[in-house]
């Protein structure tokens, strides 16, 4: 009897997967363009409150620490109520923090709404990409999630733009860009009621005649028709309540029986691949997020005015784009691992030029190439996440490394005023080129997945 999940497996991308694709997406250039946005306010900021490079590098962090305790919570949460509600409600807390804290009048109120910003960021990314991944067609599964995490770039450049334009104008000019930020808040509407619950996640709770609906929307929307007799198999951890059995052609519950417990992610099966897959996110998180929230106040304290250090960022961030291009391209043909590991090492190989420019042209250059493979990276990181966990564990198992690394996100913008005063921006970038290494030793380490079916149990 062929599965629903098998059934959505074997579809092509049809315009539900499509509005799926960019519902979520619009969701995620939100997420970044928030995070993107507070490296313009830091350099802001630091002109018009006068704060020290302490002060400001908790004004950066503090974020990262919401994420972490969110990236955690969202993941379970996206396990025991769903997917999408969860997608919906952090959308909603991290765009109505964001507005509130336009009207900051310190750094401390400013820094405990950046806090409850972060909670909803942090539960946000691994859900959405876990979702995703769970409708997406086997055969181009991590293609689809790459072009997902390609939104980043785009909410990414939305937030240079608004540095560059907004928040220039005036001393009061990071308001109305946080203010901007409320967007998100209204956009919850639109995830809660337009886009589907995760199959899988349904299945799993009983739920179905829900997930029955939404495979046959789905094939509707392909032109397939669905099986003679409708798929029943649920996953086997989902109990009675989640199973059925056929007979005369129609699906009919099951008694009811105890569900099993989901698999830790710390098993002896999935150890190894939880052990590294949380290397590769502190890596990643401490390289990217050290540089880029710093960047705009680390060009400026190099002697270029506001304007002219979110320009350059601004230029450097267009290269996120063909960054997500080529690593949704390279995915299906050479693989998860190699193109997470390649990417990994060319953003160590971009950390250490950016280390050593010393030009405008330079820095612009090795920015670009900074962008371009650390970008990559996330993407291939995001797909090869879902696929190393089963249902019942999938969205905890990504969520805890998202959080891990959160860690890594909190500790590198405190730590980058330290490096400073122990060297330059040679021994800055040179950290953060190690650390790249490092996460792309532990990539090469973790099982490939394309081609294969996620997980049910």
Not at 12 to 25: A, D, E, I, V
Not at 51 to 68: H, K, N, Q, R, Y
Not at 448 to 456: N, Q
Request: net charge neutral; hydrophobic share 55%; glycine share 12%.
């Amino acid at each position: 009897m062929t599965t629903r999940t098998e059934r959505l497996d074997g579809l092509p991308f049809t315009r539900k997967h499509r509005k799926l694709l960019l519902g979520s997406g619009v969701g995620w250039a939100l997420d970044a363009m928030d995070v993107g946005l507070i490296s313009f306010v830091m350099a802001a900021l630091a002109v018009h409150w006068s704060l020290s490079p302490t002060e400001l590098s908790w004004v950066g962090s503090i974020g990262f620490v919401g994420m972490a305790i969110g990236a955690a919570l969202g993941g379970l949460l996206a396990d025991k109520i769903g997917r999408r509600q969860v997608f919906a409600a952090t959308l909603l807390v991290y765009g109505l923090a964001t507005g509130a804290a336009a009207l900051s009048t310190g750094i401390a109120m400013l820094i405990v709404l950046r806090f409850i910003v972060g909670l909803g960021l942090g539960a946000e990314l691994p859900v959405a990409s876990t979702l995703v991944s769970e409708f997406a067609p086997r055969r181009i599964r991590g293609r689809v999630v790459v072009i997902l995490e390609g939104f980043w770039a785009v909410g990414w450049i939305m937030a240079a733009l608004i540095g560059y334009f907004v928040v220039p104008v005036g001393d009061d000019g990071w308001r109305w860009a946080l203010a901007i930020g409320i967007i998100p808040a209204a956009y919850a509407l639109v995830v809660r009621f337009g886009l589907p619950e995760s199959v899988r996640y349904l299945e799993s709770t009983g739920r179905v005649d829900e997930a029955e609906r939404i495979v046959r929307d789905y094939e509707a929307s392909a032109g397939v028709e669905p099986p003679a007799a409708p798929s029943t198999a649920a996953p086997a951890h989902a109990g009675a309540d989640g199973a059925a059995s056929v007979a005369t052609g129609a699906a009919l519950a099951s008694p009811a029986e105890p569900a099993e417990p989901a698999e830790s992610i710390w098993s002896a099966r999935l150890r190894k691949r939880t052990a590294a897959l949380w290397i590769v996110w502190f890596g990643i998180n401490f390289s990217y997020y050290g540089a880029f929230i710093w960047l705009p106040s680390l060009l400026v304290s190099q002697g270029f005015d506001l304007v002219k250090s979110f320009g350059y960022t601004l230029i450097i961030t267009l290269a996120q784009l063909p960054g997500y291009a080529v690593a949704a391209w390279l995915i299906e043909i050479w693989g998860r691992r190699v193109t997470l590991a390649v990417f990994l090492t060319g953003s160590a190989v971009a950390a250490g030029l950016f280390g050593l420019a010393d030009s405008p042209a330079t820095i612009i250059a090795a920015g670009m190439a900074l962008s371009f493979f650390n970008l990559g990276a996330w993407g291939a990181l995001y797909a090869i996440g879902p696929e190393l966990y089963p249902t019942s564990t999938r969205g905890s198992g990504t969520g805890a490394a998202a959080a891990f690394g959160r860690i890594a996100s909190i500790i590198a913008p405190l730590l980058v005023p330290l490096l400073l005063d122990l060297g330059d921006t040679v021994m800055v970038f040179g950290v953060f080129a190690a650390a790249f290494v490092v996460a792309a030793l532990a990539a090469f380490t973790l099982p490939e997945r394309k081609g294969v079916a996620l997980e049910d149990t």
